[in-house]
């Protein structure tokens, strides 16, 4: 069964440290994976997926099969980084075609 | 992001009352999504609709019911909320399939409490 996990249900930094927010999913196929992320009073938005292979806002994601992994890291966190961040999983096939799997989401907060 | 729209943003309610939740996009997006956001769920997938009039359950459909008559809106109705229904609840939309490589957008939630 399709299962995105995120160990991490909360992540503390001090600004300027390196970030990395994981994510580990369960999927027989070949899955799309995403990061989006939710600001504070704000509704979610699509930060990145795995294959655009873009930065955004500093951020990257490899998607590493081998270890069924997908995580989000950043070599300098800014407090404007502090969100809530959710690894989610696209199923490709079957019943799970297109639809969105999402894990319970990692609470970074960036300390002055 | 301001081409999709969800209201109320807050309700709350009584258990054993019927509750609907509306969610309107401009962008003539053919697929929309109801998911509820819960404290260690994460998002989990309620209803979604590939076009009007065609709809499919998702993960938990279970006390909910939805509709898609015209296009542009996505009401998801609890027809006797319970206090388990709690949470909230986002509507997004996408422009395709999303297996295409078309992004779901959301809107900026509805918060409910079921008394």
């Known amino acids: 069964a399709q299962r995105v996990t995120q160990p991490e249900k909360l992540l503390s930094v001090f600004k300027g440290a390196p970030v990395e927010l994981k994510c580990n999913y369960s999927y027989s196929g070949s899955p799309e994976l995403f990061w989006y992320v939710q600001y504070s009073r704000q509704r979610l938005q699509l930060l990145l997926r795995?294959?655009s292979r873009e930065s955004i806002k500093g951020f990257t994601a490899d998607l590493n099969k081998g270890e069924t992994s997908f995580h989000l890291k950043k070599p300098f966190a800014q407090e404007e980084d502090s969100a809530m961040y959710y690894c989610a999983l696209m199923g490709s096939r079957g019943s799970t075609l297109g639809r969105l799997y999402f894990g319970r989401g990692t609470q970074l907060t960036v300390w002055p | 992001d301001a081409g999709i729209t969800q209201s109320p943003r807050y309700k709350i309610t009584e258990t054993g009352r019927q509750v609907t939740l509306m969610c309107h996009q401009t962008?003539?997006?053919?697929?929309m999504f109801w998911y509820r956001q819960d404290l260690g769920h994460g998002l989990r997938l309620i209803y979604y609709?590939?076009?009007?009039?065609?709809?499919d359950k998702g993960e938990v459909p279970d006390g909910y019911v939805v509709s898609r008559s015209k296009t542009e809106n996505f009401p998801l109705t609890l027809e006797s909320a319970t206090r388990s229904q709690t949470s909230v609840y986002f509507c997004a939309s996408s422009e395709g399939r999303p297996t295409q490589g078309n992004i779901q957008y959301f809107g900026a939630g509805t918060r409910l409490s079921v008394l």
């Open positions: 962008w003539s997006h053919s697929y």
């Open positions: 609709s590939a076009a009007a009039d065609i709809t």
């Open positions: 795995h294959i």
